[in-house]
């Protein structure tokens, strides 16, 4: 009796350790994730559940249940960070925490599939298959924020060019933005490109240019400024860039890339056969 008595209590112990988490982290998923779902959910979807507070770029600030949710949208298709998906749709948010409410033991104790990282500014556990990561500055015992994002694998979503999307790897870098115009490229436009090529010298930068059938010299004259420009920028920082001819479109235009070194480099996705 006392054996099965016993055996009881270790149960219904190792029943409250795995469940509490649960119900602390499934409560964000019911409350949060269920409402918004990344690569799906609108910018009209987003603002009948949360308070908007300010926006800037393509990321908005909300307010929600008291917290502070942030919300990063696609500009156009295949302008950020590498989805092919309307503009104001929503590609990743990240829910913030109070203090002490989620601590990482919990998460281990919690999930088989994730990934940990600590490094000299940022402590994360990534769930790839959840697409979700919990993350705090570097040696906190507790998660600050939760980022809810797409999973890991294939996606029809994906633009040309891009590598497979993955959750546990920096995606910081994408793709910076499309120049169209008819005119020769001021070469100023790109200089956040070629400033956080500076940055990141374990990243690689890649700029195609394209242009109109029968007008190369366009795309040689505009590739040439980009390369002075840069080597006037950033000085022999400037030869890590890669500045190559696309191919064809229907007028002139740029592209820059910036991917971590590991990633499979980008390739040119001309819209005009040669």
Not at 46 to 70: H, P, S, W
Not at 95 to 108: F, M, N, Q, T, V
Not at 214 to 239: D, L, P, V
């Amino acid at each position: 009796m006392e054996r099965n008595s016993c055996t009881k209590k270790q149960l219904a112990i190792i029943f409250l350790i795995f469940t509490a988490p649960v119900i602390t982290i499934g409560q964000t998923y019911l409350d949060i994730r269920q409402k918004i779902i990344p690569l799906q959910s609108t910018r009209e979807d987003v603002e009948k559940i949360a308070k908007f507070i300010k926006t800037q770029g393509y990321l908005t600030q909300y307010e929600i249940n008291g917290r502070q949710l942030d919300v990063y949208y696609s500009e156009a298709p295949c302008l950020t960070y590498g989805w092919k998906i309307p503009e104001d749709t929503v590609i990743k948010f990240n829910y913030g925490l109070r203090p002490g409410e989620l601590s990482y033991d919990e998460i281990k104790k919690t999930f088989a599939s994730i990934e940990i990282k600590d490094d000299a500014q940022f402590r994360s556990i990534t769930d790839r298959n959840r697409g979700v990561e919990y993350r705090s500055p570097s040696g906190h015992e507790n998660v600050t924020d939760i980022v809810f994002m797409p999973p890991a694998g294939p996606s029809k979503l994906r633009c040309k060019g891009f590598p497979e999307y993955d959750p546990s790897r920096y995606y910081a870098p994408y793709q910076e933005f499309s120049i169209e115009t008819p005119q020769p490229l001021d070469p100023e436009g790109i200089y956040p490109t070629i400033y956080f090529s500076s940055q990141r010298p374990t990243y690689v930068t890649t700029i195609f240019v394209y242009c109109r059938k029968g007008e190369q010299s366009k795309c040689q004259q505009t590739a040439n400024a980009i390369k002075r420009f840069a080597y006037k920028t950033i000085g022999t920082k400037a030869k890590n860039i890669r500045i190559e001819f696309g191919g064809y479109r229907t007028s002139l235009q740029i592209e820059t890339f910036l991917l971590p070194k590991e990633y499979p480099p980008v390739i040119p996705s001309p819209t005009v056969p040669s």
